[in-house]
Structures are given as structure tokens and as C-alpha cells.
């Protein structure tokens, strides 16, 4: 493992510079080009990934999340040359299978069995948490998250159940989505998972959040390996493009209904299936990053 650490990241106080704190005694950093770290979030352990481009000074970052496979690794790399493009440092997490099984994984760790877990527990809540240490790491405010497949069905959980400062949210070719319904249980849509008090306020966020459903025009197959065939996930249609279609369509008219700000896009991919390579490297992509 490259330059192995273990950093113990505690909370920032509301309102603190980025940069200044980057710069204190003993604050995490992110070297040039690939590096690997360890790093304790609130008692738990995660492998991060990173890359840190040389030829240019970084202005924001690149949260990427794996698919089912668990290769940040691979991520990492597919990811890189949209972050040598772009100037961005990639930060890929690693959520191994024995710890992160798919409910805790791709569906967020919101459901277990059926019942609602407590909101201190969900996976999710994570990501902020690795976008400060990533912050922290570097000085830099920006951030976006980019994940596809397994990853992609993590980030619409984070898009709908964790508040984020990201500039953007690319959920790319996934399974499954959260559904804007509060009818729908989650964790395929909000149904259940917050107080009757609390659910519309959630739902109105989760519409307003900067999301791009990124497909790949061409996956389309019914019998998709790894395609998840549970009937919440079948119910959104019938391949990933149409669920993700379907998603999207269901939240326009959400927002359209109630009044609401709809800041989701969706984005197709012409010729390219199933490829977290070619999705991340499409100019579809880069537009969804704010380049």
C-alpha cells in the first residue's frame, strides 16, 4: 500500500477556511500522483484512493465511488483522465464487501431487514465526512461526486438521504435509484424514512440537489449481469436506462407539481453501455462537472 497512514479526522467548527486549515501542523495531505491512505472516520477505518495530478495546479475535487466489484483502483484510473483534463484531485473510497454488504453499500445502509435503521448509522453519512478530510487534505473548497453502477446506486441514496456541500452529483448507469416519492420506501424512494414532520422538507432538498443521471444509451439490456432484479428495482423499468429515464421523469414532475426547484439533469451517452471508463470520459461527463 502506498504511503500507509492512519489519520484521526475530527469535525470542523461552522464557517473555518479550508486552506488555512490545510496548512496547520499535522493536518492530512495529498502528495502528486497515486498515493493510498487509511484514515479513521469517527472510529471507522477506510481505505482512500488518491491522485493528485502534476502538471497542474488542482481547483477542486473528484469523489469517486466504485462499483460492485470494490476496485477503487480501477475507478481511480478510469477516472483519471477527466481529473488530468480538468485539473481535479480524485479521491476514491474504498467500502470493502465484508463491512459494506450491498444494503450498507449500494442502497446506503438506510434499510436492514426491512426496518429503518437510526441516521447516525447510514453509510451515506460518509461522504461529507471524506469530502472535509479530502478539504483538509488540500485546501480546496470544490468538490464533486462521480459514481457508476454499484457506485451510482450509493450516490442516489447520498443525494437523497446526506446533505452535501457538492457542486455536482453524477449518478452514472446504476441498478436502482431513490425514487422522489414519498410513497416508495426506502431505500428506493423517502417513504418511511424520516418523521411525517420532516419527510416534505427532505424530499423538497433531494429534488434540489445538483444531480446528473448519466446513461449509457446503449445499456439497455434486460438481462444485464449484475443488474439488480429485485421488484423495487424492476419496478422503476426494466433496464438502466429506462429506470434512470423513468427517475428522472418522475422527479420533473415532482417538482413541477409542488413548485419546487428541480436542479437534476439527465444526460445520455450515445454509443456506450455499461463502461464506467467511457462514461467518465464523455463530454457528457465533463459537462456534468462544471467544465
Request: aromatic share 8%; glycine share 10%; with cysteine.
Amino acid at each position: 500500500m502506498l504511503g500507509a497512514a492512519i489519520v484521526v479526522i475530527l469535525g470542523a467548527a461552522p464557517g473555518f477556511s479550508q486552506q488555512g486549515l490545510a496548512q496547520q501542523a499535522g493536518a492530512p495531505s495529498i502528495p502528486p500522483g497515486l498515493d493510498e491512505q487509511v484514515v479513521k472516520f469517527d472510529g471507522t477505518e477506510l481505505d482512500v484512493l488518491t491522485y493528485r495530478p502534476r502538471q497542474c495546479t488542482p481547483s477542486s475535487l473528484l469523489l469517486v465511488f466504485h462499483g460492485l466489484q470494490r476496485n477503487a483502483d480501477g475507478y481511480r484510473e478510469a477516472a483519471r483522465k477527466a481529473a488530468d483534463r480538468n485539473c481535479m484531485i480524485i479521491v476514491a473510497p474504498l467500502f470493502d464487501k465484508e463491512r459494506f454488504p450491498s444494503w450498507a453499500y449500494q442502497r446506503g445502509g438506510i434499510v436492514r431487514d426491512g426496518a429503518v435503521r437510526a441516521q447516525r448509522t447510514w453509510t451515506v453519512n460518509f461522504v461529507p465526512d471524506v469530502a472535509d478530510w479530502a478539504r483538509r487534505a488540500t485546501g480546496l473548497d470544490d468538490y464533486y461526486l462521480i459514481g457508476h453502477s454499484a457506485g451510482g446506486q450509493f450516490l442516489s441514496r447520498v443525494a437523497a438521504f446526506a446533505p452535501t456541500q457538492a457542486k455536482g452529483i453524477v449518478i452514472a448507469n446504476p441498478s436502482s435509484h431513490v425514487m422522489p416519492s414519498l410513497d416508495v420506501k426506502a431505500p428506493y424512494g423517502l417513504g418511511s424514512a424520516y418523521p411525517r414532520s420532516e419527510a416534505t422538507a427532505a424530499l423538497r432538498r433531494y429534488l434540489a440537489q445538483p444531480v446528473t443521471i448519466l446513461l449509457g444509451g446503449e445499456d439497455d439490456d434486460e438481462d444485464a449481469q449484475d443488474l439488480s432484479k429485485t421488484n423495487e428495482a424492476t419496478q422503476q423499468g426494466a433496464t438502466r436506462l429506462e429506470r434512470g429515464q423513468n427517475a428522472y421523469r418522475a422527479g420533473q414532475k415532482a417538482a413541477q407539481e409542488r413548485g419546487w426547484t428541480f436542479n437534476w439533469r439527465m444526460a445520455e451517452v450515445p454509443g456506450v453501455g455499461h463502461s464506467a471508463r467511457r462514461m467518465f470520459s464523455s463530454p457528457e461527463a465533463e459537462a456534468a462537472l462544471g467544465k
